[in-house]
């Protein structure tokens, strides 16, 4: 599959519902497609009908994954889903969720989105006691410690694992006549769950999903609760002890989730342009005024790298005056097709994903808003695609601090040899990718926009990991991202 995007990857996106009075699987199937979003490598659902547990997955979007024909063999009132992302490059059918097996409990199958970072350790463990795997996935290790772990319910089973997993988790799980959702005591990724109009619950990792299926009083599944979704109602567990303080990844508001998404009741779409609002101060206040005009101005224009970008870029071009306007149009599915380019087509990189506007930025000084730099790979290339169309300068500016480590809870984001902001200077990296100016959002600047002081981890910004690394399965071989 092609990608022209270095942006980071969040790993995947989950859904379950209850729905005793509606075509479960058909809820389920337009729940993902709200999720597409958080993971287009590959996507499953699991249905149970109170006895069986009925499974269908696949690689590619939940459109193509989930036919006509699929859906009709997918009968029940309880059901979860999953839309993923791998990010080690394994787009492996054995690696697709749902994972399921037959328990001495009965059927069990289970989605996850996150990182267990003592996953090596708990595998190996369970390979001492004779456990045999099929995927190379740490979701796989949850699910066969959920079926061996004892308890007279699996309420109990779930708490009694809780215990022993480290790392991000929010999961979706299914059991022939119950679907449980449960977060990790950090609160590294979302999961909410709101009310069907129909009777029943759903719980999926974004407000926007159960916006999709008509859901009310939507809240967030707090950390370290196992939420149980069945006929006996709405039952809200505190299975293990909140970490204080959170651990919520600030990603989630700079890049990953949908602008409708409300999480921890902060509303994504404000973020972001408070993020460029605040950007835009401080490069304000860091030009001086060598590089202003008689407006006052730097630039021209700020044009947005599309789309989690837009927002930010409205709030700057607010408070520097600056007219916004669009420049890049984006051809969204070139960089997740499976048909390879030809050697031509493959060096013209990221102009496949993106044609400039001309008219928009000739003779004109640009300010280009993007949300990050990772492994700087595409900032260069649509820097020149701008002076190519004639931009007389291209000034940079990220909406977010420089990205100098990796994430080791459930995100794609390269080793520290592959982050350019590790290796090298704010000015190198200008130089590198060619901007006229670069300017990334500092710190403070950031939760500011985010408007905490804490709760979410900045790891990867400042190197300082909620968990200790030192607990990580980093080295061990052991293949991580595989949800």
């Known amino acids: 599959m092609l990608n022209f995007d270095e942006s980071p990857k969040e790993e995947c996106g989950v859904i379950g519902i209850f729905a005793p009075n509606e075509d479960v699987a058909r809820m389920t199937f337009f729940g993902l497609y709200a999720l597409q979003h958080r993971g287009q490598e590959a996507a499953g659902m699991a249905v149970a009908d109170g006895q069986t547990i009925s499974m269908h997955k696949g690689l590619g979007f939940v459109s193509h994954v989930f036919t006509p024909n699929v859906m009709a063999d997918l009968q029940g009132h309880y059901a979860i889903g ?5 990010t080690t490059g394994s787009s492996s059918l054995r690696n697709a969720q749902p994972f399921m097996i037959e328990t001495i409990h009965g059927p069990l199958a289970l989605a996850h989105n996150g990182n267990l970072v003592n996953s090596a350790e708990l595998r190996q463990e369970l390979m001492q006691q004779g456990v045999g795997f099929s995927s190379s996935s740490d979701t796989e290790v949850m699910t066969m410690m959920l079926a061996r772990n004892g308890g007279a319910t699996w309420e109990e089973r779930i708490k009694t694992a809780m215990k022993k997993w480290v790392g991000a988790y929010s999961l979706v799980i299914l059991t022939r006549d119950c679907v449980y959702a449960v977060r990790d005591p950090w609160g590294f990724r979302p999961l909410c769950i709101g009310m069907l109009p129909s009777g029943g619950h759903a719980v999926a990792s974004e407000t926007g999903a159960l916006q999709t299926l008509g859901c009310e ?3 967030d599944v707090k950390p370290g609760e196992v939420v149980s979704l069945s006929n006996n109602a709405l039952k809200v567990m505190q299975a293990v002890k ?26 994504v779409h404000h973020v972001r342009q408070r993020l460029g609002e605040e950007l835009a101060r401080e490069v304000i206040n860091g030009l001086g005024h060598g590089l202003t005009d008689e407006n006052g101005r730097f ?9 989690s970008s837009v927002p930010a870029a409205i709030g700057f071009s607010h408070v520097t005056g600056i007219p916004y306007n669009d420049g890049f149009i984006k051809n969204r599915y070139v960089g997740r097709t499976f048909i390879e380019p030809t050697d031509s087509l493959r060096k013209r990189g990221v102009a496949l994903k993106f044609n400039v506007i ?7 000084r640009v300010v280009m808003i993007d949300d990050s730099i990772v492994r700087g790979n595409t900032t260069g290339p649509l820097i020149k695609l701008l002076k190519n169309a004639g931009a007389k300068e291209v000034h940079v500016a990220i909406t977010c601090p420089p990205i100098a480590h990796p994430c ?9 040899e592959d982050l350019i902001a590790h290796k090298r200077t704010v000015e190198e990296i200008r130089e590198y990718v060619g901007a006229d100016s670069l300017y990334y959002l500092s710190v403070d600047g950031m939760m500011k926009a985010v408007q905490r002081k804490d709760g979410f981890c900045q790891a990867c910004f ?7 690394v030192d607990l990580m399965s980093v080295k061990t071989g052991f293949e991580r991202g595989t949800k």
Do not use: L
Request: charged letters at 25%; proline letters at 11%; aromatic letters at 10%.
């Open 408 to 416: 080791f809870m459930g995100v794609d984001m390269g080793r520290h």
């Open 299 to 307: 630039a021209d224009v700020v044009i947005p790298v599309p789309d």
């Open 217 to 219: 009083a939507i809240r």
């Open 358 to 364: 001309n008219e928009n930025v000739r003779d004109k």
């Open 242 to 267: 909140p970490e204080q303080p959170s651990a919520m990844c600030v990603f989630e508001h700079i890049y990953f989730a949908r602008p409708d998404q409300t999480w921890d009741g902060i509303n």
């Open 82 to 86: 999953h839309t993923r992302y791998s």
């Open 462 to 468: 400042t190197g300082q990991y909620p968990i200790p």
